[in-house]
């Protein structure tokens, strides 16, 4: 996200819109109650009453906003910010409802009552030109996935099968489908120009890839992992290992998980660890929250079920009570385990009693 103005201390950002993470961050800045100005095509009938002769036409305006409701569709690339227009041109009424589509290479101001202190780390999280790109492989001598992270989970870029019978040159079939593998990752990393490479597999297959891949500039690139399987959850797994942190120590995706992890680690020694709101609430209550875990699946159905301002309030403590709040992508697998535990949990500064 390209900053264009700010003053955090009067609760004002103005910026432009690069790419799909940036919607995604988003979503967790633009709440209810802000203020959000844009361009926008606003409908406007011509004609009146049920005359055949009515048009519907779209008029360009900038319009602002009271911020209702925030959704983000990641399939659709659009972030809709519903509200009521308090500013706009005169032939548009004040307090008409309207949304708001922000895209790539959109422009927008947001006034917001006060900035958390999350949503500051978010918004220079975003504006940072990470220019580090992350391919991660899972194979085997059947299937091959490739996946490009992001900051909200991964992409998967492809899936390539290969053609092995059980009766057949099995030896040389999986030599043409290594090449393949090969041949794919070549053509990625000259169009995403990737900073490191992940390739991992079960057993020795990815010793097959080794031989394969001999580009002195390429090998730099890659590390190798082991996985259970090549599928979806192979590259989940792969992200937790140990041996591909050092490639990984920038991705958010990793550190989320690092944490989840944490997490589950007191869980099960029942240790300094509390989930669901009951839970969270009580930890409060102690002081004892040292850092707050949230899903975004979970804080948007809360916003879909308009109980998100108890959610909020807690949140808001935890920042007063200098509490680390960490938003948990659902895409990856920490992310499911952190909503099988409710979707909010918290790592304690020492244990509580009830």
């Keep these: 996200m390209k900053i264009l103005g700010k003053d955090l201390r009067k609760g004002f950002v103005k910026a432009k819109i690069e790419n799909l993470d940036d919607l995604w961050y988003l979503t ?17 009938k011509l004609g009146g009453g049920d005359n055949s002769d009515t048009k519907v036409i779209k008029k360009p305006a900038v319009i602002s906003i009271k911020v209702e409701k925030v959704e983000f569709a990641k399939f659709s690339n659009v972030l809709r ?15 008409s409802h309207h949304t708001l589509g922000l895209e790539e290479n959109s422009e927008f101001s947001l006034n917001k009552p006060n900035f958390l202190k999350y949503q500051i780390e978010k918004l220079e999280e975003s504006a940072k030109d990470n220019k580090e790109k992350i391919l991660v492989i899972v194979h085997d001598r059947e299937d091959a996935y490739f996946a490009l992270l992001k900051k909200y989970g991964f992409e998967l870029l ?20 290594f090449e393949t593998i090969k041949n794919t990752l070549v053509e990625y990393d000259e169009r995403y120009n990737f900073s490191g490479i992940v390739i991992a597999s079960p057993g020795f297959w990815k010793e097959y890839m080794q031989k394969q891949i001999t580009e002195p500039e390429l090998k ?7 996985c259970s399987s090549a599928s979806m959850n192979g590259i ?21 998980m690092e944490k989840v992890e944490e997490l589950l680690t007191e869980i099960s020694k029942q240790g300094k660890a509390e989930y669901g709101i009951r839970g969270i609430k009580h930890a409060i209550e102690m002081g004892a929250i040292s850092d707050l875990l949230i899903t975004d699946s979970f804080i948007q159905k809360k916003r879909q079920d308009e109980k998100f301002d108890d959610i909020e309030k807690i949140m808001k403590t935890v920042e007063t009570m200098n509490g680390n709040i960490h938003i948990i992508s659902s895409e990856h697998e920490g992310g499911k385990k952190l909503d099988g535990l409710t979707g909010i949990a918290a790592i304690l500064r020492y244990k509580v009693n009830y």
């Design 158 to 177: 492809s899936q390539i099968k290969g053609n092995v019978t059980k009766k057949g040159d099995v030896k040389s079939e999986s030599s043409d489908f």
């Design 236 to 256: 989940n797994e792969t992200i937790k290992r140990p041996e591909v942190q050092a490639v990984l120590k920038h991705e958010k995706f990793a550190k989320e």
């Design 220 to 226: 730099k690139k890659i590390v190798y992992a082991t």
């Design 28 to 44: 967790y800045i633009i709440e209810k109650e802000d203020t959000l100005k844009a361009f926008t095509f606003r409908k406007i």
């Design 81 to 95: 910010v519903s509200g009521t227009i308090v500013e706009g041109p005169e032939d548009i009424p004040l307090g």
